[in-house]
């Protein structure tokens, strides 16, 4: 079974330039959810995808965009950046498979930490 | 604005003892409930999940739910500093609220040998 994988693992922008994000979710999960965790803070909900499309959003901006894969891969994307922007961005999966575990868990890549200049 | 709440810690526990973190949320319509374990500079692990009132236990660990109280806990039996961490905890909503999970900040975790 592969986990949830991201990339890249740094990264370094200046204020107003574009980033994406790329996600791989976990063998068999067809959900990805994106967070947003501040230092010393919480993970805050961006987006959820599921079979391609938006499925709940939180209480981010609309220059926080995202993309699903017919893969179930998932892109996140944000423009023009700001430095408040600067956080580790989490991936998690989530999705039936017969185990055990409950649709409803989300299980988190390692994070893209961005850092604005 | 819906809301996780939990003390931020950090609670210090000597080795061997029981671990009591605490957790209350403000959304009635929650469903779901998750700790995730989240050492200094890796991505949240889930260790537990619980859906219904009452105690549900995994090894050292042991999730509690009272939805009339709106309070969620999870206790670690016989601490070891490997589980020295940060806590989160977390509540999933139901239906159109399904798909946002809405995370505490976190309750930070020592065990002193």
């Known amino acids: 079974e592969t986990g949830v994988t991201q990339s890249p693992t740094h990264l370094i922008k200046t204020r107003g330039q574009q980033v994406t994000l790329r996600c791989s979710s976990q063998?068999?999960?067809?959900?990805v959810s994106w967070y947003q965790q501040a230092l010393g803070q919480g993970p805050q909900f961006i987006f959820q995808?599921?079979?391609?499309?938006?499925?709940g959003r939180g209480n981010f901006p609309p220059r926080f965009s995202g993309l699903q894969f017919p893969n179930y891969s998932s892109e996140l994307n944000v423009n023009a950046l700001e430095l408040d922007d600067s956080a580790l961005y989490l991936c998690?999966?989530?999705?039936?498979?017969?185990?055990?575990?409950?649709?409803?868990?989300?299980?988190f890549g390692p994070g893209t930490r961005l850092t604005v200049l | 604005q819906k809301e996780v709440e939990q003390n931020s810690g950090p609670l210090s526990v000597p080795e061997g003892a029981i671990a009591s973190l605490n957790c209350t949320y403000s959304?009635?319509?929650?469903?779901?409930f998750f700790w995730y374990r989240q050492y200094s500079g890796k991505s949240p692990e889930l260790i537990m999940s619980i859906y219904s009132n009452g105690d549900k236990e995994d090894g050292r660990f042991t999730a509690q739910l009272n939805k009339a109280s709106q309070y969620v806990s999870l206790l670690i039996r016989d601490s070891q500093p490997s589980d020295s961490a940060t806590y989160l905890c977390?509540?999933?909503?139901?239906?159109?609220?399904?798909?946002?999970?809405?995370f505490g900040s976190g309750t930070r975790l020592s065990i002193r040998p």
């Open positions: 959304d009635r319509g929650s469903q779901s």
């Open positions: 995808y599921y079979r391609e499309e938006e499925n």
């Open positions: 977390a509540a999933q909503g139901a239906y159109s609220s399904a798909s946002k999970i809405i």
């Open positions: 998690a999966s989530s999705g039936w498979t017969g185990e055990k575990s409950s649709y409803n868990e989300q299980f």
């Open positions: 063998s068999g999960h067809n959900t």
